[in-house]
């Protein structure tokens, strides 16, 4: 059974694993550690909700949703939610995404967005048709480094 609820602290090593468990599978560019996860997720002053999924008390799955603030690095206009999830490869297409998904659209109707973004790489087709099928719709040109901008209306 797959648990979901917020992110903890002690989530840390296990967030770390999940998003290299992605780049190792060719997902992301890059790996990332510790003070990453924890400044870029644990820590952000932006968070607005941080649901992880756990099965056997391990994180095989997060997903954040922040209000997006001036010049933040994805060109998301101000007040706007960003989005992001991260799903163990191994764990795709079993529902997760969608368990994440309902918890952060509970979590941005309480706080008020009416639009979300979710940049996505271009060469992430898992990515691409997850969130097309959450109902994402691209909107605008990205700048071809940081991916192509979803949005998603409430």
Do not use: C
Not at 88 to 101: A, Q, V, Y
């Amino acid at each position: 059974m797959i648990e979901f609820r917020d992110a903890r602290p002690e989530d840390l090593d296990d967030m770390v694993e999940v998003q290299n468990s992605i780049h190792r599978a060719g997902l992301r560019a890059w790996a990332v550690d510790a003070d990453f996860v924890r400044e870029r997720y644990l820590d952000d002053e932006h968070t607005i909700a941080l649901t992880v999924a756990v099965r056997d008390g391990v994180v095989i799955g997060f997903q954040s949703l922040k209000r997006a603030w001036a010049e933040n690095p994805y060109g998301v206009e101000e007040g706007w939610g960003i989005i992001g999830t991260h799903i163990h490869p191994d764990m795709g297409r079993s529902g997760i995404g969608r368990s994440l998904f309902a918890r952060s659209i509970a979590a941005a109707q309480d706080a008020g967005l009416r639009h979300i973004d979710a940049t996505i790489g271009a060469d992430n087709a898992p990515g691409l048709a997850y969130y097309v099928a959450m109902g994402f719709v691209p909107y605008r040109e990205g700048d071809g480094e940081s991916g192509i901008p979803h949005r998603f209306d409430l």
